[in-house]
């Protein structure tokens, strides 16, 4: 059966047969009010320690624990993608945070994930993240879109236990600017999108590859940060 299969038949199962909370495990959906509760707070600046030179400006919903870290791994590693509306909407107050009183229009550009991982998911998670947060600032006035400026230019190696000195080479170069975003891009307000910021070497590679292209990053924005961030 292919990833995407899976992640359909999923989906029609959540709808036929909702399942228990991600988190809490309890009956009713994919994620129970009180648990989503927990992530209806102020979003707050994220800063790896120690901070990689050229990470951007970023902003973050909650610590990588708990809710936040259960809704993610069920979204992104059980096809729990009826997780992504709610993920999406505290992905957009994280833009709201990273962008302040900015009164113009917003471009989303999201972390590409690898193919390894598109074809094990069946989607670009993060894309689709991008794609719902944009469309929610739009249903609250604000002139915003996504657009998946970025892609791979080399495999990389899994950074799941990696230590922040090894993702760093890891990533470095591996990213680079799809012909023509560039120019879609210029004098945008543009804010970098990723699920979650954990030693800060994806957005400072990502952020890096936009500057060699021309393009200037505002901030960046993600659903979580690891608990060893300070604010």
């Not at 992640?7 to 909702?18: F, K, Q, S, V």
């Not at 505290?90 to 991982?117: I, K, M, Y």
Request: charged fraction near 20%; aromatic fraction near 4%.
């Amino acid at each position: 059966m292919s990833a995407g299969f899976g992640r359909a038949l999923g989906l029609a199962l959540d709808l036929i047969c909702p399942a228990s909370c991600a988190s809490c495990l309890a009956p009713g959906g994919l994620v129970c009010p009180n648990c989503l509760a927990t992530l209806d707070v102020t979003p707050r600046r994220a800063s790896p320690s120690p901070c990689p030179p050229g990470f951007p400006p970023t902003w973050s919903v909650a610590d990588y624990a708990g809710v936040a870290r259960d809704l993610l791994l069920a979204y992104k590693e059980r096809s729990a993608i009826g997780l992504g509306r709610p993920l999406a909407l505290r992905l957009a107050t994280a833009v709201r945070s990273a962008t302040g009183d900015h009164p113009g229009a917003v471009v989303l550009v999201p972390v590409p994930s690898s193919v390894a991982a598109v074809r094990e998911r069946g989607d670009d998670v993060v894309a689709v993240l991008a794609r719902m947060a944009a469309r929610a600032l739009r249903r609250d006035g604000r002139s915003a879109w996504a657009l998946p400026a970025l892609r791979q230019r080399r495999s990389v190696a899994d950074s799941a236990g990696l230590p922040a000195t090894d993702r760093l080479t890891n990533l470095d170069h591996a990213l680079l600017v799809r012909p023509g975003a560039a120019a879609r891009l210029a004098g945008r307000y543009v804010v970098l999108i990723d699920d979650l910021v954990t030693t800060g070497a994806t957005l400072t590679e990502a952020a890096r590859a936009m500057q060699a292209a021309g393009v200037s990053v505002a901030a960046a924005a993600t659903v979580a940060m690891t608990r060893r961030r300070s604010s």
